[in-house]
């Protein structure tokens, strides 16, 4: 495993290729091989905590490398594509997380080369594998719960109701693509399609509240994506 972006959720990540053999019997047992990062200090020590081999400074290095099978993806929205592009092409298995691109036309293109070279790709939409999820979508496929009439679901994270919370890169449309419709309606939008079905039409509206944040060195951001977001869909199944 060649793992690029080693802060949130690269540590997130890096947890559970450490601790999957002690849990589940696999055939596959993660081979940690490197961790990437722009900030050469931070990364090796990220490195060295979570039982990483090595690391490396730029990504295009662990793309190329030949021990390396499998690229998983851990960093801002905006350089999803240009890795998973070149990591598809070196012939490597592609893990990203969400959301995969900036827009449609980038995830398209990186679906298309994937299938095109036949490796195998997932988007890290990790609440399929929650048992509660596990057992509904059991009970589903049997038939038990009878016909699905209504799905409905909120995602609950406050920390950017909060004003003080400082500006960062997923405030800028640019780095992120979108604000929480991306990060968090993704899961929402997932679970829904895996437990009901493909969605049909769509009506929703977006609103950003605050519309200024503070950066760590005080410094004041216009934020460019939106920070609640709301939906109604109509499934094709009716």
């Given at each position: 495993?060649g ?27 993660p ?142 449309k ?65």
């Amino acid at each position: 495993v060649g793992l690029i972006g080693y802060k949130f959720m690269g540590k997130a990540h890096s947890h559970a290729y450490f601790d999957m053999p002690k849990f589940f019997t696999s055939k596959a047992v993660p081979v940690m091989k490197t961790i990437c990062g722009r900030d050469e200090k931070a990364v090796n020590e990220t490195s060295e905590k979570y039982g990483w081999e090595g690391y490396e400074t730029e990504w295009r290095k662990v793309v190329e490398r030949d021990d390396i099978d499998l690229i998983d993806i851990c960093t801002p929205n905006n350089t999803h594509y240009d890795i998973a592009i070149a990591a598809v092409k070196a012939g490597k298995h592609v893990l990203c997380e969400k959301p995969l691109a900036l827009n449609v036309a980038q995830a398209k293109e990186m679906l298309d080369e994937v299938e095109k070279v036949r490796v195998k790709h997932m988007v890290c939409f990790n609440y399929r594998f929650v048992p509660a999820i596990g057992l509904a979508k059991r009970l589903i496929d049997e038939g038990k719960l009878g016909e699905i009439y209504h799905f409905r679901a909120t995602y609950l994270q406050d920390w950017l109701v909060d004003p003080n919370s400082p500006f960062v890169w997923r405030h800028k449309k640019e780095v992120a693509g979108s604000g929480v419709h991306g990060d968090l309606n993704a899961h929402i939008i997932d679970l829904a399609r895996y437990l009901v079905g493909e969605i049909d039409e769509v009506v929703g509206m977006c609103e950003t509240f605050i519309k200024e944040r503070m950066d760590e060195k005080g410094q004041k951001h216009k934020v460019s994506v939106d920070d609640a977001t709301l939906f109604l869909a109509k499934f094709k199944g009716g």
